[in-house]
T-cell receptor, first 112, second 112 residues
Framework: GNSVTQMEGPVTLSEEAFLTINCTYT??????LFWYVQYPGEGLQLLLK?????DKGSNKGFEATYRKETTSFHLEKGSVQVSDSAVYFC???????????FGSGTRLSIRP | KAGVTQTPRYLIKTRGQQVTLSCSPI?????VSWYQQTPGQGLQFLFE???????NKGNFPGRFSGRQFSNSRSEMNVSTLELGDSALYLC???????????FGQGTRLTVV
């Protein structure tokens, strides 16, 4: 079946550090891939997306590249800020489906 | 453009009671999906409605039901509440299947 596996948290970094959150997926066909972010007490916000192999999604300094050969969609940011502290979810959605399949989430804390 | 609106934001119910949650999607969106978020199970798909018809359903007991009205607003009902139903319930709207999903802030249900 379809599934998403992302690195366990929590992840704690100092401000301006480099961030990588690993995400791999299992899916039939060619799903769309997403990163969502959840701030405390809030719902989910779409951070970035990629819809086909080798696409790079980017937003607010975050990037992720759809790697078909390694079935991965790792999230990166060159210099994190305290305001990036949140829970990050990797997710997939098959092209014609409504259901989004989420990873377990990675809690990120940034120290000033 | 207004976002996805979920009401109420917080609810406290007693075991055995029933509850109804409401979701108003983004104007023009016809697809509404519901998700349950718990610390133990993460984000799980409940069901999706499109043009007043349930199009997809997750693996939840029959106590969980929903409906969609002609104006695309959706309600979710849980009957005979159990302690394990305590969760954040998130609603997402999309213009069409497979397109970007926008989430509401969620309804935090506590069953005591």
């Amino acid at each position: 079946g379809n599934s998403v596996t992302q690195m366990e948290g929590p992840v704690t970094l100092s401000e301006e550090a480099f961030l990588t959150i690993n995400c791999t997926y299992t899916a039939t066909g060619y799903p769309s891939l997403f990163w969502y972010v959840q701030y405390p007490g809030e719902g989910l916000q779409l951070l970035l997306k990629a819809t086909k192999a080798d696409d790079k999604g980017s937003n607010k300094g975050f990037e992720a590249t759809y790697r078909k050969e390694t079935t991965s969609f790792h999230l990166e940011k060159g210099s994190v800020q305290v305001s990036d502290s949140a829970v990050y979810f990797c997710a997939l959605r098959r092209s014609s489906a409504s259901k989004i399949i989420f990873g377990s989430g990675t809690r990120l804390s940034i120290r000033p | 453009k207004a976002g996805v609106t979920q009401t109420p934001r917080y609810l406290i119910k007693t075991r055995g009671q029933q509850v109804t949650l409401s979701c108003s999607p983004i104007s023009g969106h016809r697809s509404v999906s519901w998700y349950q978020q718990t610390p133990g199970q993460g984000l799980q798909f409940l069901f999706e409605y499109f043009s007043e018809t349930q199009r997809n359903k997750g693996n939840f007991p029959g106590r969980f039901s929903g409906r969609q009205f002609s104006n695309s607003r959706s309600e979710m009902n849980v009957s005979t509440l159990e302690l394990g139903d305590s969760a954040l319930y998130l609603c997402a709207s999309s213009g069409q299947a497979g397109s970007e999903a926008f989430f509401g802030q969620g309804t935090r249900l506590t069953v005591v």
